[in-house]
């Protein structure tokens, strides 16, 4: 039903199977040994099976829709009303799993075929009763690569200001996905042409226009890794913004904050100086400096300009071992006193001078180290 038919018309592999049926609830939860009730009231239960699992929704038409985001409730029905209540035509196909029949009440069939997509019935009054909708819409086409529908696009942008009161995490999956389909450029340009990025990303038209941006995530694709999609999108933020707005956007704090580093290193990773290995080494040695190296190219690839600085650096990276990049420590704290390093902040700033001596290679043994610190301890405090 709905997501899984449109998948299999289209040659794809449904990541779900949702299963529409003229069984109650209660039917259903009698008829399968173990059943989570995920939603009776909308109608909807889980079945569990050996090895697979399927949300079993009961034909359903919805009751009234107040906070333009849910139903307020939902009355059983049949297959017509089901499918009415459905967003987009290639949504609304009904796939009988025992004869592989499809049933289109709504035109769904011949606009896949056609590759547009389409509200069904009013879009405007589509997407006045959820008002995630013209999102879903941007994620459909980002998806597809369809045609968005005249009159759909029309009331996508007379609703575009309205989706920003759904709830964030609802906003976030969408994006999230839009960033993570096959054209997360051309969903970048709709978000912002539509209006819709102004009104759940307002920091980024703050920052600069969209497009480079969409171009930047044309340039992105095959990218898997949703953290570096959201440094390639909020990158003209800069790191600190960039994490503020997934803050806001309620993402994992490990998301937040590789997000955040793959901007600040894809960023300083730009200005690595051929001469400075000591430099080199600290940015491209952190965990997130690949996925930086990835987004820096993905910009530069925008901005039409070569890649040899990323070149460069994933050369240099691919030569240098773990012991190049993580030298032992050769000193402590206590060493450093030891060799007259007056107590307080200048033990540590010695420490990291002494690392950085063995990024450059100037000290490798115990020895070196020793003298080093000693030299450091001679000097002037700054
Ligand atoms: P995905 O591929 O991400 O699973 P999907 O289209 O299958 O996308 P689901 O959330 O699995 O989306 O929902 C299954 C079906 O339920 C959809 O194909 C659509 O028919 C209907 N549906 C889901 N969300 C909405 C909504 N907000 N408004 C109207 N219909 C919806
Ligand atoms: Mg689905």
Same mark, same amino acid.
């Given at each position: ?12 592999? !449904? ?19 173990? #059943? ?12 569990? %099976? ?9 034909? @359903?038409?919805?009751? +009234?829709?107040?906070? +333009?985001? &849910? ?5 059983? #029905? ?18 009988? /799993?025992? #004869? =592989?029949?499809?049933? $289109?009440?709504? =035109? ?34 980002? &998806? ?26 609802? *906003? ?9 389909? !096959?054209?997360?450029? %051309?969903?970048?340009? %709709?978000?912002?042409? #539509? ?12 920052? =600069?226009?969209?497009? !480079? ?8 694709? =095959? ?48 200005? *690595? $100086? ?15 400096? @690949? ?8 910009? @530069? ?7 040899? !600085? ?31 390093? /007056? ?35 001679? @000097?002037?405090?700054?």
């Amino acid at each position: 039903m709905g997501g899984a038919a449109r998948d299999l018309l289209m040659g794809a592999t !449904p990541p779900d199977w949702d299963v529409a049926t003229s069984a109650r609830p209660e039917a259903v939860q009698a008829l399968f040994r173990r #059943t989570v009730p995920v939603g009776v009231q909308f109608g909807v239960v889980r079945v569990l %099976l050996k090895d697979f699992e399927y949300e079993v929704a009961t034909l @359903r038409a919805d009751l +009234g829709y107040s906070d +333009g985001r &849910r139903p307020d409730g939902v009355r059983f #029905t049949d297959l017509r009303e089901d499918v009415l209540r459905r967003d987009f035509t290639i949504n609304g196909l009904a796939l009988d /799993p025992m #004869t =592989g029949e499809v049933t $289109d009440l709504v =035109g769904g069939v011949a606009d896949l075929a056609a590759g547009i997509l389409r509200a069904i019935g009013d879009a405007d009054a589509r997407f006045a009763e959820d008002r995630l909708r013209p999102l879903r819409a941007v994620r459909f086409a980002a &998806r597809t690569g369809f045609a968005i529908e005249e009159a759909t696009y029309d009331a996508m942008r007379r609703a575009a200001a309205d989706v920003a009161a759904v709830s964030v995490e609802r *906003i976030s999956e969408e994006l999230k996905k839009t960033l993570l389909s !096959p054209r997360p450029g %051309l969903g970048w340009r %709709l978000l912002a042409d #539509t209006g819709m990025l102004a009104a759940v990303l307002p920091e980024c038209g703050e920052a =600069g226009p969209a497009d !480079p941006v969409a171009a930047a995530l044309d340039a992105a694709v =095959g990218i898997g890794d949703p953290d570096t999609l959201w440094a390639i999108a909020l990158w003209p933020l800069g790191a600190d913004r960039a994490g503020k707005v997934l803050r806001r956007l309620r993402q994992s704090n490990r998301s937040i904050r590789d997000a955040a580093d793959t901007v600040r290193l894809g960023l300083a990773a730009a200005t *690595i $100086d051929d001469r400075d290995v000591v430099r080199a080494k600290r940015i491209l040695r952190e965990p997130r400096a @690949r996925a930086g190296l990835d987004a820096l190219a993905a910009w @530069r690839k925008a901005q039409g300009l070569d890649d040899a !600085p990323v070149r460069a650096a994933r050369d240099r990276l691919a030569g240098w071992t773990d012991a190049d990049l993580h030298p032992p420590r050769l000193a402590t704290g206590d060493d450093a006193l030891a060799a007259g390093i /007056p107590s307080g902040p200048r033990v540590a700033d010695a420490l990291t001078a002494l690392e950085d001596a063995q990024l450059g290679g100037d000290v490798t043994d115990a020895d070196a180290a020793r003298a080093f610190l000693q030299s450091m301890a001679a @000097r002037p405090a700054p």
